[in-house]
């Protein structure tokens, strides 16, 4: 198997340092309160909806390092099939694909679940968590940033 160069378009971090440095102080704060694997869990999640190669390959990295098993984070693209994950994790996974498909919409019920597992500061880290991911995916997919680069 060959693999295949795809050229990246910018260096999102070089052209625009402030508003790179502004999107990682914004990921820093969401993550904060939350379980560092569901961190990962959410962030692997979006990162496969959006088919962000780079954010996949760096979050599942970084699963691993928090601890994270190889079953779930092979089962994360099913996690709906899969036995592997608790309720609460189901709930923010859930959230997380209706905030990363917006177009869908958010139901009540998806909102509900994720609030009868999170309390109010939980599930607002959560929330701006899973939209700080979707900015990452639309910058690293949009310049073409790839796994095995800067």
């Known amino acids: 198997m060959t693999n295949v160069a795809i050229p990246a378009r910018m260096n999102l971090s070089l052209v625009a340092p402030k508003v790179f440095k502004a999107v990682l102080a914004l990921d820093a704060v969401a993550r904060q309160g939350l379980d560092p694997v569901l961190v990962e869990l959410v ?36 996690w709906h099939e899969s036995s592997l994950y608790t309720a609460k994790e189901r709930a923010a996974l859930a959230l997380t694909e209706a905030m990363t498909l917006l177009p869908q919409g958010i139901t009540d019920a998806v909102y509900d679940e994720a609030a009868r597992h999170f309390d109010d500061k939980e599930l607002a880290q959560l ?24």
């Not at 780079?54 to 990295?61: A, K, Q, W």
């Open 43 to 78: 962030q692997i999640r979006a990162s496969q909806v959006n088919r962000c190669a780079y954010c996949i390959d760096y979050h599942t990295g970084d699963a691993r390092r928090a601890g994270e098993s190889e079953a779930r984070i092979y089962q994360l693209s099913a």
């Open 127 to 150: 929330i701006a968590l899973i939209f700080t991911v979707n900015a990452w995916n639309r910058m690293n997919v949009t310049t073409r940033k790839t796994p095995g680069t800067e």
